[in-house]
């Protein structure tokens, strides 16, 4: 029988510890039972995981376990994407030493061991929160293997075309000074001065708006909409430029904007991209203000040698000064940051390695059609970010923890050694090329950048699928089901889908389940904010870990959801209540040996029906990822069907066999038994420590199983909607008495003199077997059964 309470803190550390022990998540490489396999988003090692991480992996893990509970063979990995910019900035805040103040080598000495240390707390983590993660099946996106599948992914796309290197205007974060990819740009409203100031063209004034006046000396046109009337006459001709006097050509292009600012628009080498694209559009000339360090270039009058805000607050003094400024205003406008750290980003001019993909969008659009997204509306995401794309993939990073690129620059002609395929890994700056340059020179100079940390994670289902090693396995080509972040369509899914069409020819997964995030006062949680309150190990000593796994099912799947510690409370009153309803059933089974009974009483055939039915809903929302709707389908069954009306009407069946019969009670023995076995597998994938709690304590000396985790759901099946909407007139009926007694202010222990029910003719045989049940349960001393519209009469 189970105790009075539930001791969480010390059954988590015993069943943890038990399927570690016997293997319960193994997944079994020669099984022949279908594979389910899961790409899980290795967490980026860039601070601690707070609660909204608990909420989206929490949800797919749930995914694994009901398939797991389906009978197939699941696939379930845990990765850690342990390189690339967020890992060194995470490095360079615990250390306190920026990363180009130490020797690269030392520097990814350091980030090793944070990294390390991190993933272990990780992996506690999860653990704690009864993940069935395979562990055997873990990978780092720094270790070996992956970093030789990353750079076979590159050699493979230098070989086909796709990857390139290119001397451009590239997007610039002066802060991590780097280049990085429009993916990873996010648009900042900001505060800033709008002037307007006089160029001058044949003498007449034409006033030009601008927010980056520090950008004068590198303009090279000024352009108008070509129906732009006021300006229709000075098309063609030059226009000199205030302060500087230098003269620029004055040319149309339609995206010059009639309505913004005073419809002349000057294009600077590089404001934002619109200057890029003129730029490359009318092949105008290149004049460099801003450096990769973020300092104005020492050629530029006036402002050489100072920082980006400082020359702008200088150029607009100079202005002043020499009566240029005809308008001033402060405004908020939209600028582009750099999502890993926040500042502002610039174009400059930089070569850089890039995979083509502008002239695949076609082919990227129709790899969504093949794949199907939960919640639908996510695809409209993608499809939008594809079809909006402007730059091709920029892949190289001028930083120092990352997958190096596999070459050398010839000293001599400049070109490109690649390593060979069975070098790899390689790290150029420690080997040398595999032979000399096809010029004959044998000295060369090893590429010094590393690939975008993406350029590897967008390879998870090939490095799962261990992707041109010995061990390949084929079946994991494509994988049943990619989980992830909506915000992190635009760059993990994509970029995901990109690779497994260059490498494949094929989509990455079949299903993707995307999963929305946690806000706190209406702001998304996340480690740069450090806004995410108690953490998860303080949350689960609280609350334990079923607790937090309970709440992370509160919503709709792809929706945010707000934080309250409140909501933690409502999943403790469920813990509580599962475990006192199973403790009650216990007190019941304590001796018995299930076996079906020669007929079920019509109560317990509606309870066993009620758990088929609720079965069957279940699994069809959890096949579309819906783990939210179906706890709410398994809720409905375990308080309003299981707790709040059949056990209230089978207690005095099973306390009181001598009034009842003994064939009476063994049909309720049964069905308490089977109900209450189904009841714990549908919330096993939910709470997996309580019920196997429950499960060993009640079921296991029955079943051959192990774990409640290795048992099956019930198959699905035709349902008898007469004995379904039976146990739901059985229901109305007591609703009605019990409703009576609140109105009338009476216990609900009270008795009635006489009830007079009218129902359906159907029912009234089942009802009349269920009588004495009734009788006990409402506490009427007298019945009287009528066919009819349904209806009670109460008499006290």
Not at 75 to 81: H, T, V
Not at 203 to 219: K, M, N, S
Not at 346 to 361: A, C, G, L, T, V
Not at 567 to 585: D, G, I, P, Y
């Amino acid at each position: 029988m189970l105790g009075k309470k539930y001791d969480f803190r010390n059954a988590e550390k015993r069943h943890l510890k038990s399927w570690m022990d016997e293997g319960i998540y193994r997944f079994d490489p020669e099984s022949i039972r279908e594979i389910y396999s899961i790409d899980t988003p290795p967490p980026t090692v860039s601070g601690s995981l707070h609660i909204g991480h608990i909420f989206s992996y929490t949800q797919a893990e749930m995914i694994a376990r009901f398939h797991r509970m389906q009978g197939r063979n699941v696939y379930y990995p845990m990765g850690f994407d342990d390189n690339g910019l967020p890992t060194e900035r995470l490095v360079e805040k615990e250390i306190g030493i920026p990363a180009s103040q130490l020797p690269r080598e030392e520097f990814i000495r350091r980030c090793m061991e944070v990294v390390e240390k991190y993933e272990a707390e990780y992996k506690n983590l999860w653990q704690s929160l009864g993940f069935s993660v395979d562990w055997d099946l873990s990978y780092q996106t720094i270790s070996p293997v992956a970093r030789r599948i990353s750079q076979r992914s590159f050699l493979d796309l230098v070989r086909s075309g796709r990857a390139y290197l290119e001397e451009t205007p590239v997007l610039w974060c002066t802060t991590c000074g780097t280049s990085i990819a429009q993916a990873e740009l996010e648009s900042r409203e900001l505060e800033t001065r709008f002037i307007t100031i006089p160029f001058v063209v044949e003498g007449r004034e034409i006033p030009v708006a601008t927010t980056r006046p520090e950008l004068l000396y590198g303009c090279v046109a000024l352009f108008v909409h070509p129906e732009d009337s006021r300006y229709a006459d000075i098309t063609g001709k030059m226009a000199r430029v205030p302060l500087y006097g230098f003269e620029v050509p004055v040319m149309a292009d339609p995206r010059a904007s009639m309505e913004k600012g005073t419809g002349a628009v000057m294009c600077c080498t590089f404001g934002d991209t619109t200057d890029l694209e003129w730029f490359q559009e009318h092949k105008l000339p290149y004049k460099q203000v801003i450096m990769q360090d973020g300092m104005i270039s020492g050629n530029v009058p006036h402002i050489g040698g100072l920082k980006v805000e400082e020359a702008r607050s200088r150029i607009i003094g100079l202005l002043e000064e020499n009566g240029l400024i005809r308008k001033s205003e402060g405004i908020i406008h939209s600028v582009s940051v750099h999502e890993r750290c926040g500042k502002t980003i610039e174009i400059i001019p930089s070569r850089q390695w890039f995979i083509r993909i502008m002239d695949q969008k076609e082919r990227l659009l129709e790899a969504a059609d093949k794949i199907q997204w939960y919640p639908p509306s996510m695809k409209t995401r993608y499809q939008l970010w594809v079809e909006n794309l402007k730059w091709d993939w920029c892949i190289s990073r001028q930083r120092y923890f990352g997958v190096p690129f596999p070459l050398w620059y010839c000293k001599a002609c400049g070109s490109a050694i690649f390593a060979r395929d069975e070098d790899l890994p390689v790290n150029p700056l420690d080997t040398a090329p595999p032979h000399p340059c096809g010029c004959g020179c044998q000295e060369y100079v090893p590429e010094s950048a590393v690939m975008d940390t993406w350029a590897t994670s967008a390879l998870t289902p090939l490095i799962n699928a261990k992707w041109g090693e010995k061990q390949e396995d084929g079946r994991l080509i494509p994988m049943t089901m990619r989980t992830q972040a909506h915000e992190i369509i635009r760059t993990w899914a994509f970029y995901t889908i990109a690779k497994s069409l260059f490498h494949t020819g094929r989509i990455p997964w079949r299903d993707i389940m995307v999963c929305g995030f946690v806000t706190v006062d209406g702001q998304k949680i996340s480690k740069s904010k450090n806004n995410a309150g108690y953490s998860p190990a303080e949350l689960i000593a609280r609350y334990s870990a079923d607790g937090l796994r309970y709440w992370a099912t509160s919503c709709r799947l792809g929706t945010d959801t707000q934080f309250s510690e409140n909501e933690l409370k409502a999943s403790q009153r469920f813990l509580t209540k599962l475990w006192n309803a199973a403790r009650f059933c216990s007190i019941h089974l304590k001796d018995y040996v299930p076996s079906e009974p020669a007929s079920l009483y019509p109560l317990d055939a509606w309870i066993l029906e009620r758990c088929r039915e609720t079965t069957m809903k279940a699994r069809a929302l959890l096949t579309r990822y819906e783990v939210g709707a179906a706890r709410s389908e398994v809720d409905i069954l375990f308080w309003k069907d299981f707790c709040d009306n059949y056990l209230e009407l089978v207690k005095d069946r099973l306390y009181k066999p001598e009034v009842h019969g003994e064939e009476a009670r063994s049909s309720a023995r049964y069905a308490l038994y089977c109900s209450l076995s189904t009841i714990l597998k549908l919330y096993a994938i939910y709470v997996p420590f309580i019920t196997e709690e429950i499960w060993q304590h009640i079921c296991r000396k029955h079943e051959k199983e192990h774990s409640i985790h290795q048992t099956l759901w019930m198959d699905d099946g035709r349902l008898s909607r007469d004995l379904l909407e039976f146990g739901e007139a059985v229901k109305a009926v007591l609703g009605e008495t019990r409703r009576y007694k609140s109105e009338h202010k009476l216990s609900q222990k009270a008795g009635f003199e006489h009830l007079a029910i009218r129902m359906e003719k159907r029912f009234i045989p089942w009802f009349r077997r269920s009588m004495k049940d009734f009788m006990a349960c409402s506490g009427a001393r007298d019945i009287t059964l009528q066919e009819g519209p349904a209806s009670v009469e109460i008499r006290e």
